[in-house]
Structure formats: C-alpha cells, structure tokens
C-alpha cells in the first residue's frame, strides 16, 4: 500500500497470510491500529468499491482500550487478487478465517458500510459468542417489499455494462466517490480509487456487482436470504448511521433495518450521501461515544418532587379526555375560514375516525404524517390518531418544500393523511407510506394520488367497530419538528405521559378555565385546544407568514369564539401594534375581552409589549419561554419584566411550578450538574415531566442534549440572577469568540434596538474563533408601519457599511467595542416566528462585505 495518504497513518498498514475456506494461502491487506483489546475490537468491513481506507477515522477515533482492524475483502483494495469470483457467502467465510488468524476472540463490535454492512452482519451470526454489537452505515441485507432494487447497482448489474463499467474502465469506481455534495477533495477521491488502477485490479469489483442477488433465482440468493432473517435474532446493542442522500440505499433500506434490529439506535447525518464517513466524518465520533457507553452504568437522576408534581397534575387527563367528557355539548370548539365545529361534532368525528384507522390497518405506534392544513380536519385527523395509538408526525409548511422532504422522508412515516395539494406534495417528495385523502374526490384524482381511503369514509367505517385500546402512557405520540432556524430541523418525538404534562402545566400556569377560549395566531398551537379543553380560533392569515396577521384579523378571530386568550409572535404582535387604528367599534369590543396575551418564539420586547397593552387594554402580557423541545419552561408578566430592569439579555422570569432551571457554565471546570448559582453565565438546562423523550434518529444529539442526565441541554444561553429569575443572552451556535472572551449577542441588540433610529439589529463575529472583532448589522426605522419579512430565507440582505452618525450612535450603544457598523434592508428571519434572527447567515454577509467580497 502506498503512503502518505490523507489521514491514514502507515504504521496501520499490516499484511498476513491465512489459509481461505478451500485451503489456498491468501495474503490480506488490513489497517490495525495496534491497541491491546481491553474493552474489544471494532472490525470494519467495507463495500465495493471502496477499501479499508474508508476506516481511517475510526481508527484514529477509537476510544481507549478499543482494538480497530480493517481488512481489505480478497480481491479488493490491496489484498490478494483471486482466481475465481467469491460470493457473499465465502467473504463471510473468509472474514471469520482471517478474524481467527488474527487472534479476534471478542467482544467484537463489527462495523459494516454498503455490501460490508452484510457481510458483517453474516459474520455477527457465525460468532455470536464473541459479538458484543453491530454497527452499520448505508448499507442493505435485503429488498424492501416494492423496491427493485438501487438504480445505480441495477444498471452495473446488467452483462453489457459491467465488463465495461465496472471492469475494463474505472467508470463505477469513480462514480461511487462522486455522489457526495458538495464534492470529496480530489486526493481522497483519488486515494479511495487507487487501489483499482488497471483491469486487472478491478476484477473483484465487477464480481461483487454480480453476486448482488435480486432475484431469487441468483445462486447468492439463498444464502443472503437467511442472512437478513438471521438479522433479526441478533439480540445484541445496535447502532445505524445514516447519509439519507443516498442514491443506492435510500430511506426504504434504513426502514428495513429498523424493523429487522428495533433496539437499534439511530442518527441521520442530513446532506449525507451514499459514503456517509466521508461525508459526515464525525461518525467516527459517534461510534466512539456509542462503544463508550455500552459498558457505562446508566445514571439515575434520582426523584425530582417538583418534577412529579407536573407529573401529576398533567396526568389527570388524556389528550382527548375532555373531547370525551363534552360528547354532547353543542357549542363551538373550532372557528376557521368562517366556519364553527362543536365540541359534539368533534367528539363523534375522533371516535369514529379513531375507529376507521385502526380498522383499516393503522396500528399502535404507526407513525402518520400530518400534510392537512389547519382546519378541523386536521383538528381532526390529530387527536383520532392519538385515540388510536398512532405517533402524528409534524413538520412545518415555513421549512419550504425541501425542509419537509428532508424531515418527513426521515420520520419512517407508515402513512400519510393530506388534502389534494398536500399528497400531491407527498408524491413529490417521495414520501413512503400508505394514503389518506381528506375528501373524497374525483375517482380518478384519487386514484392519481394513490389515496386508500378518504376521512369520510374512515369515519363510517369507524361508526360500526369498536374502539381501539387506549395507548399506554408511555408510548409515542408525536414528532414534532423544530423550525430549523440554527440548522437543519430536528424531529422531537414525545410521549403520551409528556404531552399530557404539558397540557396540564400551561392549564395550571394561566389559569385556563371551561369559560376561556383563545386566538392561535400560530397554528400548530391550536391543536392544543381540545385537550386544554379551550375552544379556539384561527385568524385567517397564511400559517408560513405569522406577520401577516392585522389588528381587524385578530378582532375577528376573537369575536369568532369570544376569545379570551391570545398567543402570537412577536412578528405577528408588531402588524397588530402596527394597524390598530384599522379596527371598528365592534372589533374593538372583541380585542377588550381578552384577559391574557402569551408571545414566544423570539425575545419580545418590552416596549412592544406595552404597545400591544394598548390594543389589549383587559389582557395580562405574558411572554413565555421554552422552546419545540420543552414549552413552557418559564413565564414572565410585562409588569415583571419591568420591575426586573435593564439586564444582560432577556428576562423571561422564574421557572414555572414543576420545572428546574440549571446553568452548565461556558467557562471554567467542567460540572457534574447544572448550577444555579445567579450570574453565571452559560448553556441553559431544563429538567421536567413534559419535556422531550428524545431526538428522533439523531442518537449522538440526543447524547449531548442529555449530558447530564436528567436535563436536557436547550442550546441557549444565559444566567440566572440574585432573584432566580432566567436571563436569555442567545445561542451557543451563536457565541462570538474573541481575544478577551466569549461574547453573547442579545445584550448588545438590544441595547442598539432601543434606539429611535433602529428597527432591527444583529451582533455577529468576523473573523477566525479566538480573535474574532464584533460587527453590529442594523435595520433603520422608517416612518409608517413595518412591512411583512421577505417570505424566504436566503438572499442578498442589502448590507453596506452604515452612516457615520447612525454608527457612531450604535456605537455609543452596543456596550461592547464594535470593529464595524452595518445597515441592512432587512435581518434573515426563522419562517415558523418570523422572529429569529439567523446570526449565521448574518456573519456570512458581514463577514463577505468587510473582506470586499459583497
């Protein structure tokens, strides 16, 4: 084997000779990085038409006391060429002669990728006495019912393309290194082909392509056959990491895996293709963590009293108790686009579609995907999948076409409920699972949209079976996903016991009472309504635009229901403050009723807050904080924030009943726990009975957000002062590095904001991490009402070097020393809040018109 190639260390490169199946000496190529076996060894088996060199991280990653061995198959990479083709099943032999050869005696983890994850997998059931797990990455033991196979394998399988594509050119060894995007550096493409540099060396490659059987006529079928049902007795911790832009093991093969190994863990690298340890290197890391827990004793947490009284008062109900208790009250429960559902009509609807589903092959546990605009169809479709077992699956409309497909097509879903639009969205995404109309439709619009059965007839269906067992408190009940402002969305999966604690915490926390109703200005917050037993009201605005809504528009939406709760972003709050000299008398009268305003999803100013008082005279404004992951976990009056005062971020109160707070400081020693000691500065923890069970097939971030067990790590920062009261002061993503320290950004934004002549501003780094400078980009204010954000999240933000009296007064602000003062025509904005502000696409800019680039 050649050195110096990028990132493998020479001293791995080992040779043996070992005596194949048939008797014949064989000289193998392997990496090994050498370490005395103390826990076991990881054995690495690659795919075609790689070799071992696609190890490297693991080798250079390995926890201590952790042997790594990564041979080379027999006719590939740089071990022996051979006379005859070998099947899967002799490479499954001839891993275990080489592993005896070598002295592997266990506990061994294999760690399989492409055709190596089978092979592995094969070896994994020859030595069950030796395995301690399984690991594999993009890889296949078998078709998935109604798929044929990879397209691209398919088209090296066929007899006139392989000689020539995968034997006498190097055409199929190139292109399995080029399906990565953005493309891997020439020198590793370069390094993950060299080993099949003529004909001669690329026979095997061809070969391997051959043995892959999808028919069960091939010879190699049998044998592969019993292997991927042998998958299944392997009773032995797993782990799957997956690239899901994978065009040769798409989504359908992971799926396959998880119902063959269901205790496996599960982590998709997004924007991953078909070599996912090239292009997500960090699985290496992953590995290594996973290995380092399997021997690691869980650690409990211990009782939390506070914890269990939220416990408690949560669990008194179901999420359709209340529906069931008001079966037959005749008033409304629902008012969208003009029209009013009663709490009987909803009631009789969950039950009967509850029933239809079960009757027609959804099962407990079954995961749905939710395509229904809001409505009380969706209302709806929710709460009878929860009647029935079934997890809701959830993913914004403002994560744009592409978001969704990447979060929906992740989520396993085993079915999928849309109007026309939203299974034409589905076919397009290529989304899995069975069809279930809205509405019935033209037949043959139906049949176009592969739609089994609609809602209507579900529910007569439903109205003669009985219902389905209630699902354990412990079983799942959603995914929701996060509004991807700081990176790609994550799929936050709920229990049944959680969900129901959430409800019964905000229930407690405002008081929610049978004579309240409110506005859900954000639409996914409405689905709440029945299980809080609220009837509510969707203003009819557009669900991607919260900032569209109007002062007339939420009078009405109050007036529909006589609402006296309203919950909005802070984007939604400035229109209304903006065009509260457009409503009438009667609307008037309407936004008087209302007794409490709740705003989050970004912070809310105070001086908003006391503009929105003028349109709400009658209401108590609340600014809650929390977050996809666990809401509410605080709450804070505008009256508290006031007597709180100016501070280094945002206040946003005291922990609500049931709920800790912890700090994991950003500096100094490392701690066992969160502390709570005020002023101290760092990533904010949460620990209570409604917050998440987990990151759904993202195990390493789960991992993290569950350092210290019991809490989970929000990714915010802040610091709880002398009266317990929790400051936010922004993102880690979003920490600024400089020569003198970290710098949070929101303490400084808001100090510019304060400014008559800013409407908007973001603090940034630019530069390398450790000596970053601070940047201040600003929006000016303008005379007349805000216009609503740009609905998209990319784009050129208008950022020019700002003028020197408007930088030198936010100079004169920022409290902290600026090395540049920006203007901009607009901040980019999260889609779900229109709130957030995207300080990493900021930076980006900023930092591009300060190098001369913009």
Sequence with gaps: MPHHLPGLDPSWSRTVTVEDTDGVPRTWHYLDNGVEPV???????????????????????????????????????????????????QRVADLGTLTDALGIDGPVVTLGHDWGGAISLGWAQAHRDQLRGVVTGNTAVAQPPGDFGPPLIRLAHLPGFRPFGCVATPIFVRA??????????????????????????????????????????????????????????????????????????????????????????????????????????????????????????????????????????????????????????????????????????????VSELAAGMAATGVRPGDRIGVL????????????????????????????????????????????????RAGLAAAAAMGLPGSRIAVDA?????????????????????????????????????????????????????????????????????????????????????????????????????????????????????????????????????????????????????????VRLLMSAGAPVPSALLRSVGEVLPSASLHTPYGMTEALPVTDVSLEEITAAGAGEGVCVGHPLAGVSVGIVPLTGPSVDQPVTDPGVTGEICVRAAHVKDRYDALWMTQRASARHPGWHRTGDVGHLDDEGRLWVEGRTAHLISTAGGLVTPV???????????????????????????LAAVVVPATDGPPAPAPRRRGGSLGLRLAEHHLAESVRGAAGVPLAAVLRADRLPLDIRHASKVDRTELARQASDVLAGRG
């Design 747 to 773: 303490g400084p934004e808001q100090r510019v904001e304060a400014l008559a002549t800013v409407h908007a501003a973001g603090l940034v780094g630019v530069g390398p991490e450790g000596a970053q400078v």
């Design 441 to 593: 439709g033209p037949p043959a619009v139906r049949r176009l949209l592969g739609a089994e059965h609609d809602l209507d007839e579900l529910a007569r269906i439903g109205r003669g079976t009985a219902m389905p067992p209630e699902p354990d408190l412990d079983a799942d009940c959603a995914v929701l996903f996060t509004s991807g402002a700081t990176g790609p969305a994550k799929g936050v999966a709920y229990r049944h016991r959680q969900a129901a604690a959430q409800v019964g915490l905000v229930r407690a926390t405002y008081d929610l009472g049978p004579d309240d109703s409110f506005v859900a200005a954000f639409a996914p917050f409405s689905l709440l309504g029945p299980a809080l037993g609220l009837a509510s009201s969707l203003p009819a605005i557009d669900v991607t635009a919260p900032d569209t809504l109007t002062a007339p528009l939420l009078a009405d939406a109050a007036a529909a229901v006589g609402a006296t709760v309203v919950f909005a972003s802070p984007a939604a709050l400035r229109r209304v403050v903006a065009t509260r000299d457009e409503v009438s008398p009667a609307q008037q009268e309407a936004l008087g009723r």
């Design 176 to 349: 399995t290194s080029n399906l990565s995007r953005p493309a891997l550096p020439r020198e590793v493409r370069d390094a993950l082909a060299l080993p099949y540099s003529g004909a001669a060396r690329r026979t095997a490659v061809g070969d391997f392509v051959a043995d892959i059987p999808f028919a069960e006529g091939h010879p190699s079928f049998p044998f592969v056959d019993a292997l991927a049902e042998g998958v299944r007795t392997l009773d032995v911790p797993a782990l799957l990491f997956w690239g899901p832009r994978d065009p040769v093991f798409g989504e359908r093969y992971l799926a396959d895996l998880q119902d063959r190994l269901p205790q496996a863990e599960v982590h998709r690298y997004e924007g991953a293709s078909h070599l996912v340890t090239e292009d997500a290197p960090e699985y290496a890391g992953l590995v290594a963590a996973w290995l380092t827990d399997l021997d690691a004793s869980p650690v409990d947490p211990g009782p939390d009293p506070a914890a269990a009284v939220a416990s408690a008062d949560g669990l008194s109900d179901r999420l359709w108790s209340v529906l069931e208790r008001r079966r037959e009250d005749r008033s409304p429960v629902i008012a969208v686009d003009g029209g009013l559902v009663s709490w009987a009509a909803l009631s009789h609807r």
């Design 372 to 419: 229904v605009e809001p409505s009380a169809d969706l209302t709806s479709v929710v709460y009878a999948a929860w009647r029935a077992g079934a997890v809701v699956v959830v993913a914004d409309k403002g994560l744009g076409f592409t978001g969704m497909r990447r979060a929906l097509r992740g989520a396993s879903l085993d079915h999928v409920v849309g109007g």
């Design 39 to 89: 826990h076991g060894t990881v054995l690495c088996v690659h795919g075609n038409p790689t070799w071992s060199y696609l190890w490297r991280g693991m080798l250079a990653a390995a926890p201590p006391g952790w042997r790594v061995v990564a041979p080379d198959h027999l006719g590939m990479g740089w071990s022996a060429r051979t006379e005859q083709p070998r099947t899967v099943e």
